[in-house]
């Protein structure tokens, strides 16, 4: 089976979808398939006020190398990832493929994609990623509706299938009414490159702090989405009653929040316990995973949640808010604390499990367990199953 694979961006910084791809086709390799993607050189996302490109294999998530990359430059507009090269190739090669997935909405690539497999015939999945999240349709709504009015809600209409990652996100799209089949199916990670990581006794100092107080980590893009004020707040609560508390927050700041974050910070008094590392990836991210006592997330939106889920396969104890759409099932299975995003309610959390060591212990276990269930090679057998169902013209599950 050939699939081709498009997607805007595919730099290691811009984030979670980037992950997704590289480890959704890592898997579908590994199970058979013959896979090819299609992205640009946009370092980061389209809303990102650092608009910079040049982005090669190297910068991609690991495992990049390993795959077929097709990447294509980016032209003016730059904020709508226009590639015209990258049109031309679907033009040229969408009808060699069996399936095409697209991934994300609003930006050239998806446009050049529809356009080209309408034309050749061949059927099409679209992952959203989330953008179809009604937190995220209140942002820049006149341009949203300008391109759903052109062409994007043909584009979702007219799908195969339209991917949602769990059944909250089938909920929260469903007032929109998309006439094509909704398949839900988890995206995964590599759990094996998160639960055993090597000790390393040089990162609580390097990355973390010298306190020997319990560390609070996030890691994940710097973006508003995730709450990250809330947890700021919430954690001057929390040094009031563990002086020697850290908060540590890992990821890219491509949106420019961390100098407003530290602002905050300064102001509620917390500025030197606050550490900002940037992006960590590979072995020092799993072992600063490790050595964290609590990974928190009080985001506002996660069609998914796929940080958390790697903080979970390290036996982090999380303590997330009910706006990430796997928190209800972590939940269910003892293996997250799920805290409304106030930053009374999810102090109130984390200082309930700073001061548990083996709650924390059983929690972290649980969630290691519930990890497990997302590993890419069992998640990756349901889109080749997709995949085929579609490719022979069969239908797929209906919408509830």
Known sequence: MKVLHVVPWLALRAG????????????????????????????????????????????????????????????????FVFSPKLQQAMYCHAAEYDVVHIHSLFLHPQYAAWRSVSRSSTPYVVSPHGALDPYLRTKSRIKKKVVDVLWQRKMLDEASALHLTTEDERTLVS???????????PIGIDTNAFSNPSPDPAVRHRFLTESQGPVILNHGRITAKKGLDILIAAFARIKRVHPYASLVLVGPDDEGLAAQLNIQARNLGVEDAVRFTGPLA????????????????????ENFGLAMVEAMAARCPVVTSPHVNIAVAAERDEAAVVANNTADEFAHAILQLIDAPSRRRRLGENAHCFALKYDWLAVGSQFIDLYDTISRGGGVSEQK
Not at 31 to 46: C, E, K, Q, R, S
Not at 282 to 301: F, Y
């Open 175 to 185: 007032d929109l009414r998309i006439a094509a089949p909704h398949e839900v199916i």
């Open 16 to 79: 979670g979808t980037s992950v997704v791809v590289v480890g959704m086709a890592k898997a579908l390799q590994r199970l058979g398939a013959n896979v090819t993607i299609y992205t640009t050189d946009m370092a980061v996302p389209a809303q990102s006020h650092r608009l910079t490109r040049g982005v090669t294999v190297s910068d991609m998530p690991l495992g990049a190398q390993e795959l077929d990359i097709e990447v294509f430059p980016v032209n003016h507009p730059y904020r």
């Open 282 to 301: 590979g072995k020092e991210l799993q072992a600063t995973l490790s050595t964290a006592d609590i990974w928190a997330l009080p985001s506002h939106t």
